[in-house]
C-alpha cells in the first residue's frame, strides 16, 4: 500500500495553467505506473493522464492531449500533471492513483489502480 497526497489544485481564469504534484510514501514507489483521473460533480471519474514506472511511456485523454503533461520524479517519490490552456470544462476534483503491480505501463481504467490519494480541487473560470 502507498500513500498518495495531492496537491496544487486551485482557482484559476480560462486559459492559466496549474501545477498539480502527488507526493508518495513506500520506498517502491519507482516500480509503479501512476495515473491522474478526475471527477466533476454528476459525472463519472475519467481518466486524464498516465506514466509508466521509469517514465518511458505517457498515455493521455483525448480531451487533454497537447495541454497536460505527465511527468514524475522517482527519486522524490513525486507524479506531476502539468496543466496548460485550462478549459472551464477541467474543472474536477483530480484524484492521483498508484498502480501496485510493478513495472506497470500506465493504464486508462481506473479498475487498474489500487491506491488513490484524497484529491485536489481545480475550478476554471471563463
Known amino acids: 500500500q502507498v500513500q498518495l497526497v495531492e496537491s496544487g489544485g486551485g482557482l484559476v481564469q480560462a486559459g492559466d495553467s496549474l501545477r498539480l504534484s502527488c507526493a508518495a510514501s513506500g520506498r517502491t514507489f519507482s516500480r509503479y505506473a501512476m495515473g491522474w483521473f478526475r471527477q466533476a460533480p454528476g459525472k463519472e471519474r475519467e481518466f486524464v493522464a498516465a506514466i509508466s514506472w521509469n517514465g518511458g511511456r505517457r498515455n493521455y485523454a483525448d480531451s487533454v492531449k497537447g495541454r497536460f503533461t505527465i511527468s514524475r520524479d522517482n527519486r522524490k517519490n513525486t507524479v506531476y500533471l502539468q496543466m496548460n490552456s485550462l478549459k472551464p470544462e477541467d474543472t474536477a476534483l483530480y484524484y492521483c492513483?498508484?498502480?501496485?503491480?510493478?513495472?506497470?505501463?500506465?493504464?486508462?481504467?481506473?479498475?487498474?489502480?489500487?491506491?488513490w490519494g484524497q484529491g485536489t480541487q481545480v475550478t476554471v473560470s471563463s
Open positions: 492513483a498508484a498502480d501496485l503491480e510493478e513495472y506497470g505501463l500506465g493504464s486508462a481504467f481506473p479498475s487498474r489502480y489500487d491506491d
